[in-house]
């Protein structure tokens, strides 16, 4: 037995294993050792696959000035923000610390935290000032409540001369309206800083509601890209807004047809999943909330342009010439009010683009508000 095993601590490896940091073990001919799972997932490769090969083999550091820093063995070096091509998947930013094993020489100790999926694990520092140009909309919401009233009593009429195939349309119509002048009402009471309430919503619901809106808005030629659903039907409910969730997906399965345009063999996946482990603070409270939900939406374009990626959630960024770069904002502003977060990948070596939204769990959440009112 062990010497922490003996004193009841848990065992250097199991702890290693714990960390959500990538962290590589480097030999004094910079080979890889050992690494952690969460090395694994960031590298995209086992253990087995990692051990023996070269560092270089699989991430290559663009600044000499940190390639230099890091070929001294005996000095600890600590570097924010730095710029990495990571075999397959492109440019990175990531944040990297390595320090010198004692009692090794030449061996180094490596840690990795990558910066692209700091949107779905942490804050945004960035979402206050979105916020703020997000409120724009208010100005213009008597302008858009005119004419939405206008379209819906033009749907009511309709439906009453419409045969029952025909007529679910115009239903659909009439329920998007409410749904849409139900978020400019929010938009004209929030201020930014008040999140609207949430409340426990069936994801799936949704997002099949989102497709049916988006298949129609596409008409009976817009069919060329598919839109595969991947549900996995054992979810809980996620705690969160059922308009809210809805326009998040809209907006996403949208840019992802888009960016899809004329690509041969075009697709788009939207799919849900466990993703246990990704957790926050929240803001309100200070106590952990887990985001084990997840909805990704998938496309098989170009991507977005690779010095775009880092801005994409900020406003008035976009690459389309008709775009107003208030859509992925404005998603994710609605998701981190239902205290989710959003994020943005692209895989170069599939030729992939995921948008990943992760969500807390209803019950959960509940359970967690009514211990903190009983002990309190």
């Not at 938009?187 to 988006?214: F, W, Y």
Request: proline share 6%; charged share 25%.
């Amino acid at each position: 037995m062990s010497t922490s095993a003996r004193n009841g601590l848990p065992e250097p490896s199991r702890l290693l294993a714990s960390l959500p940091h990538a962290v590589v073990l480097l030999n004094e001919q910079r080979q890889i050792a050992s690494v952690n799972p969460a090395a694994e997932q960031f590298f995209r490769q086992s253990l087995r696959r990692l051990t023996g090969s070269r560092l270089d083999d699989h991430l290559t550091f663009i600044d000499p000035r940190v390639i230099d820093r890091f070929n001294d063995y005996e000095t600890p070096v600590s570097a924010r923000q730095i710029v990495v091509n990571l075999k397959g998947r492109g440019m990175r930013r990531i944040d990297v610390n390595m320090a010198p094993v004692g009692d090794a020489p030449g061996w180094q100790l490596l840690t990795i935290h990558d910066n692209s999926a700091t949107e779905a694990l942490g804050d945004d520092s960035g979402a206050a000032d979105s916020a703020t140009v997000l409120r724009g909309p208010e100005i213009m919401a008597h302008e858009i409540k005119n004419p939405l009233a206008g379209i819906r009593g033009a749907a009511q009429l309709l439906a009453r001369k419409l045969d029952d195939k025909d007529r679910a349309l115009a239903d659909l119509i009439t329920a998007e309206v409410d749904r849409i002048a139900t978020l400019i009402e929010q938009m004209q009471k929030l201020s930014g800083r008040t999140a609207p309430p949430v409340e426990p919503c069936n994801l799936h619901e949704a997002a099949r509601r989102a497709i049916d809106v988006i298949t129609a808005g596409r008409g009976e030629g817009g069919a060329a890209v598919r839109i595969v659903e991947e549900f996995d039907p054992s979810l809980p409910l996620v705690l969160g807004s059922p308009d809210g969730l809805v326009q998040v997906i809209i907006n996403l399965l949208s840019n992802a047809l888009e960016a899809c345009h004329g690509v041969e063999g075009a697709r788009v996946t939207l799919r849900t999943r466990f993703a246990s482990g990704l957790q926050l603070h929240a803001a309100d409270s200070g106590q952990p909330v887990r985001l084990p939900i997840e909805l990704r939406v998938t496309d098989n374009g170009p991507g977005v342009d690779p010095s775009l990626r880092d801005h994409i959630f900020e406003p008035f960024v976009t690459s389309k010439k008709s775009g107003q770069g208030l859509g992925l904002p404005l998603v994710r502003k609605l998701v981190r009010d239902m205290n989710g977060r959003i994020s943005h990948e692209r895989d170069d070596e599939t030729g992939l683009t995921h948008f990943r939204a992760h969500l807390p769990l209803a019950k959960e959440t509940r359970m967690r508000s009514l211990k903190r009112r009983i002990f309190s």
